[in-house]
């Protein structure tokens, strides 16, 4: 039976995720292929690095043209049409704003700049003054030191690349994830929650994606407040200016392309121009949250929201029989939220290989000695765990460089609220605990216990230490009995390796 693999890298300036459904092998080497697809986009996209496309433009604009491959090109002409289709809202010339107002790579501010700063700067914005030849790849800048940054819509295509390697990869049913952009393929879909802009554990919608993407902009994402005022990172190119007024806007359509560029450019437009805006364009459904200067948020959406899938992915009746299959609650008139009540699938977010790897760097090779416990043996270590054990042979995996023991290594399953979560725990040659990681999780929420700043809690700890959760272990709020899981586990693993190991060097 096909499980779900999970693996995260950071590109695009963002964690990238990608999980998919299939069988081991197949899905690793087709998350490895998209990965690569990402990380060779972000280098023909990227700004910050001095030997990239874009990079070279932006110094050599002054000599107002450069020749660009197909590839660079055909996105160039997207976000110029989008730039035009938007009457300006979404600009690939803003970057200079973004910098000026504190969220580019020089650093934060803590109030606006002043009305000075922002004409100067103003004066080299502007997608007007680009001229681009699609044929040939010429791009000519009619206004000196304009520069581009086309990070509002690179990592849309980054996603669809990537999509589009993982079904050349025979993947069927795939979640690509990077910043607040994904796409969704496969039946019946996936589903998705719409964070509340200002409630971080809220929500204001769930979706079920199916062949399609979700972007959302939201001003809680990069901000300063000033003197009661919210200032973030979506600059109206128009203006010059954060835009206020506005929450989040969260965009469908069919690529993530195209939700990452029209949830920016609604967001800009406001909620009404907004929502017009995205009323003619082809495949485009939206959410818009705005807010009044008293604090009082309004909720706009399209007429098709929410536009679920598309008609040759999942008929309407097909999509309620997957609906129910999975638990959900349909979204009904005026409402914002869905019910939500789901059985979770059994997530791995790694193999024990890549696990091992990460928690012994060092090791050269691993492994197995699987050890029996006597009952003198079993009797103690359950003494030291505070628990019944179910079984008493156990598998450790042992690293080691050369001769020398590198590190020890347990695998466990133990039952979370009703399913097993399976940890793999790492410990020194001197019964510490090295690292903890999760390698399948199969409960419906609370998969934050996988997290390095709830794991690190139990490194260098011993059999010396209670590990009492609330007490020397404070746990993930939401997530308590996967916490409690997590501090047995170890507990455990530290209990069997001292009556096997540590008790037999000590004697």
Same mark, same amino acid.
């Given at each position: 039976?096909?499980?779900?693999?999970?693996?995260?890298?950071?590109?695009?300036?963002?964690? =990238?995720?990608?999980?998919?459904?299939?069988?081991?092998?197949?899905?690793?080497?087709?998350?490895?292929?998209? =990965?690569?697809?990402?990380?060779?986009?972000?280098?023909?996209?990227?700004?910050?690095?001095?030997?990239?496309?874009?990079?070279?433009?932006?110094?050599?604009?002054?000599?107002?043209?450069?020749?660009?491959?197909?590839?660079?090109?055909?996105?160039?002409?997207?976000?110029?049409?989008?730039?035009?289709?938007?009457?300006?809202?979404?600009?690939?010339?803003?970057?200079?704003?973004?910098?000026?107002?504190?969220?580019?790579?020089?650093?934060?501010?803590?109030?606006?700049?002043?009305?000075?700063?922002?004409?100067?700067?103003?004066?080299?914005?502007?997608?007007?003054?680009?001229?681009?030849?699609?044929?040939?790849?010429?791009?000519?800048?009619?206004?000196?030191?304009?520069?581009?940054?086309?990070?509002?819509?690179?990592?849309?295509?980054?996603?669809?690349?990537?999509?589009?390697?993982?079904?050349?990869?025979?993947?069927?049913?795939?979640?690509?994830?990077?910043?607040?952009?994904?796409?969704?393929?496969?039946?019946?879909?996936?589903?998705?929650?719409?964070?509340?802009?200002?409630?971080?554990?809220?929500?204001?919608?769930?979706?079920?994606?199916?062949?399609?993407?979700?972007?959302?902009?939201?001003?809680?994402?990069?901000?300063?407040?000033?003197?009661?005022?919210?200032?973030?990172?979506?600059?109206?190119?128009?203006?010059?200016?954060?835009?206020?007024?506005?929450?989040?806007?969260?965009?469908?359509?069919?690529?993530?392309?195209?939700?990452?560029?029209?949830?920016?450019?609604?967001?800009?437009?406001?909620?009404?121009?907004?929502?017009?805006?995205?009323?003619?364009?082809?495949?485009?459904?939206?959410?818009?949250?705005?807010?009044?200067?008293?604090?009082?948020?309004?909720?706009?959406?399209?007429?098709?929201?929410?536009?679920?899938?598309?008609?040759?992915?999942?008929?309407?009746?097909?999509?309620?029989?997957?609906?129910?299959?999975?638990?959900?609650?349909?979204?009904?008139?005026?409402?914002?939220?869905?019910?939500?009540?789901?059985?979770?699938?059994?997530?791995?977010?790694?193999?024990?290989?890549?696990?091992?790897?990460?928690?012994?760097?060092?090791?050269?090779?691993?492994?197995?000695?699987?050890?029996?416990?006597?009952?003198?043996?079993?009797?103690?270590?359950?003494?030291?765990?505070?628990?019944?054990?179910?079984?008493?042979?156990?598998?450790?995996?042992?690293?080691?460089?050369?001769?020398?023991?590198?590190?020890?290594?347990?695998?466990?399953?133990?039952?979370?609220?009703?399913?097993?979560?399976? =940890?793999?725990?790492?410990?020194?040659?001197?019964?510490?605990?090295?690292?903890?990681?999760?390698?399948?999780?199969?409960?419906?929420?609370?998969?934050?216990?996988?997290?390095?700043?709830?794991?690190?809690?139990?490194?260098?700890?011993?059999?010396?230490?209670?590990?009492?959760?609330?007490?020397?272990?404070?746990?993930?709020?939401?997530?308590?009995?996967?916490?409690?899981?997590?501090?047995?586990?170890?507990?455990?693993?530290?209990?069997?390796?001292?009556?096997?190991?540590?008790?037999?060097?000590?004697?």
């Amino acid at each position: 039976m096909p499980s779900i693999y999970k693996r995260t890298r950071i590109l695009m300036g963002a964690p =990238f995720e990608i999980m998919v459904e299939g069988q081991e092998r197949a899905a690793s080497e087709a998350i490895e292929a998209a =990965f690569e697809e990402a990380a060779r986009i972000e280098g023909l996209f990227t700004i910050y690095r001095p030997k990239s496309p874009l990079a070279q433009f932006n110094r050599a604009s002054e000599n107002g043209v450069m020749f660009f491959n197909r590839e660079i090109s055909a996105l160039l002409s997207e976000a110029l049409a989008y730039a035009k289709n938007s009457g300006g809202a979404f600009d690939p010339s803003a970057g200079p704003l973004i910098d000026l107002w504190g969220f580019g790579p020089g650093g934060t501010r803590k109030s606006p700049p002043t009305k000075k700063e922002i004409d100067r700067v103003f004066q080299g914005v502007g997608f007007e003054s680009l001229s681009l030849n699609p044929e040939t790849g010429e791009l000519k800048s009619l206004k000196p030191g304009l520069r581009l940054n086309l990070g509002g819509i690179a990592k849309g295509y980054a996603i669809d690349r990537a999509v589009q390697v993982l079904k050349d990869h025979q993947i069927n049913r795939g979640l690509v994830n990077c910043g607040s952009t994904l796409y969704g393929f496969g039946d019946p879909g996936w589903q998705v929650t719409i964070q509340h802009p200002r409630s971080k554990a809220g929500q204001i919608a769930v979706v079920m994606l199916c062949n399609q993407a979700l972007g959302t902009s939201g001003d809680y994402e990069r901000c300063f407040l000033h003197e009661g005022v919210r200032y973030s990172h979506l600059i109206d190119p128009r203006t010059g200016t954060p835009v206020l007024g506005m929450a989040s806007v969260s965009v469908m359509a069919s690529t993530a392309m195209a939700a990452d560029a029209l949830s920016t450019a609604a967001f800009v437009l406001g909620a009404k121009k907004g929502v017009s805006f995205l009323e003619k364009q082809d495949g485009a459904e939206g959410l818009l949250v705005s807010e009044s200067p008293e604090g009082v948020l309004g909720f706009y959406r399209t007429a098709g929201w929410p536009s679920l899938c598309s008609k040759s992915v999942l008929s309407r009746r097909r999509f309620l029989k997957a609906a129910s299959i999975a638990g959900l609650g349909l979204m009904m008139p005026g409402s914002l939220t869905w019910p939500f009540k789901s059985e979770a699938s059994s997530i791995r977010f790694a193999t024990q290989e890549e696990a091992l790897k990460r928690m012994m760097p060092d090791a050269e090779r691993f492994d197995t000695e699987s050890v029996k416990l006597s009952d003198d043996q079993l009797s103690a270590a359950q003494t030291l765990a505070g628990k019944g054990f179910q079984k008493k042979t156990y598998d450790f995996l042992i690293g080691r460089k050369g001769e020398l023991v590198v590190a020890y290594a347990l695998k466990l399953n133990v039952i979370g609220k009703k399913r097993p979560i399976t =940890f793999l725990i790492a410990l020194t040659p001197g019964g510490e605990v090295k690292g903890v990681e999760v390698l399948i999780y199969r409960e419906s929420k609370g998969s934050e216990v996988r997290y390095g700043q709830f794991m690190q809690q139990f490194h260098q700890k011993t059999t010396e230490d209670p590990l009492r959760l609330g007490r020397d272990i404070r746990p993930i709020s939401g997530a308590t009995l996967s916490s409690r899981a997590a501090a047995y586990a170890v507990r455990k693993t530290l209990a069997i390796f001292e009556v096997v190991y540590k008790r037999k060097v000590e004697s």
